[in-house]
C-alpha cells in the first residue's frame, strides 16, 4: 500500500512564527504537492514538485514555500505564520497522470 | 483552466436509500476524473477514477460513477446507503501541468448523512 505521512496532525502557532510541514511518501512518486482544504472551497493547491529541488506554484502559493532536497520528502514552509493560513494542510503523491495518495493532514491553527 | 461543481454541500439519505453525489466538469477534453471521499479527520480516499476507458466506473465499497461526455457530468452513486457511508465526498478533474505532471481540481465537496 501506498503510504503517505505528515509529520503531525495538529499544530497550534503565533503569529509570525516560522512553520515547517513535512511529508513523507514511500512509492517513489515524481510528483509531491502541498494542498489548502477549507470549508466550502475544497482543496486548493499551494506547490507542487515534479522531482527533487524542482518546484512549481500552485494557484495560491503566497506566503509559502517549499523545499524538496530528497524524492520522498516534500516541506512547506510558512515563512511567517498569519491568521489566515488557519486551515487543514493536505499533501499528496502521485506519478504523472496518476492517482494522487493523500496523507492524514495537518490541522494547523495559528492563533 | 479546468473547474468542478458539486451541486449541494449536503445531501442527506436514509439507511437504504439510493446515494446520488452530483459533478460537473469544465474540460472540453476528455479528462482525467476522480471522486475521493473524507471521513473526519482523515485524509483523502480514492474512490474511484475514470481515464477513458469504460464510461460507468465501479469503486469500492460498492460506489459507481458514469461519464456522461455530453452532460460534462461524473455523477456518484451507490444503490444503498450505509450509516458507514457518512463522510464528505470530493469530485476532482485532472489537470495537466505544463509536461511534469498534473494537478487536481477539486470541487467544494459534499457532506453525505445517512440518517437511520
Known amino acids: 500500500d501506498v503510504k503517505v505521512t505528515q509529520s503531525s496532525r495538529y499544530l497550534v502557532k503565533r503569529t509570525g512564527e516560522k512553520v515547517f510541514l513535512e511529508c513523507v511518501q514511500d512509492m517513489d512518486h515524481e510528483n509531491m504537492f502541498w494542498y489548502r482544504q477549507d470549508p466550502g472551497l475544497g482543496l486548493r493547491l499551494i506547490y507542487f514538485?515534479?522531482?527533487?529541488?524542482?518546484?512549481e506554484k500552485g494557484d495560491i502559493p503566497e506566503g509559502y514555500s517549499v523545499s524538496r532536497e530528497k524524492k520522498e520528502r516534500f516541506s512547506l514552509i510558512l515563512e511567517s505564520a498569519s491568521t489566515n493560513q488557519t486551515s487543514m494542510y493536505l499533501c499528496?503523491?502521485?506519478?504523472?497522470?496518476?492517482?494522487?495518495?493523500f496523507g492524514p493532514g495537518t490541522r494547523l491553527l495559528v492563533l | 483552466a479546468q473547474s468542478v461543481t458539486q451541486l449541494g454541500s449536503h445531501v442527506s439519505v436514509s439507511e437504504g436509500a439510493l446515494v446520488l453525489l452530483r459533478c460537473n466538469y469544465s474540460s472540453s477534453v476528455p479528462p482525467y476524473l476522480f471522486w475521493y471521499v473524507q471521513y473526519p479527520n482523515q485524509g483523502l480516499q480514492l474512490l474511484l477514477k475514470?481515464?477513458?476507458?469504460?464510461?460507468l466506473v465501479k469503486g469500492i465499497n460498492g460506489f459507481e460513477a458514469e461519464f456522461k461526455k455530453s452532460e460534462t457530468s461524473f455523477h456518484l452513486t451507490k444503490p444503498s446507503a450505509h450509516m458507514s457511508d457518512a463522510a464528505e465526498y470530493f469530485c476532482?478533474?485532472?489537470?495537466?501541468?505544463?509536461?511534469?505532471?498534473?494537478?487536481?481540481?477539486f470541487g467544494a465537496g459534499t457532506i453525505l448523512r445517512v440518517k437511520s
Open positions: 476532482a478533474v485532472s489537470e495537466q501541468l505544463m509536461e511534469y505532471g498534473n494537478k487536481l481540481v
Open positions: 475514470y481515464t477513458s476507458a469504460a464510461t
Open positions: 514538485s515534479y522531482d527533487v529541488k524542482m518546484k
Open positions: 499528496a503523491s502521485g506519478q504523472v497522470q496518476e492517482t494522487q495518495y
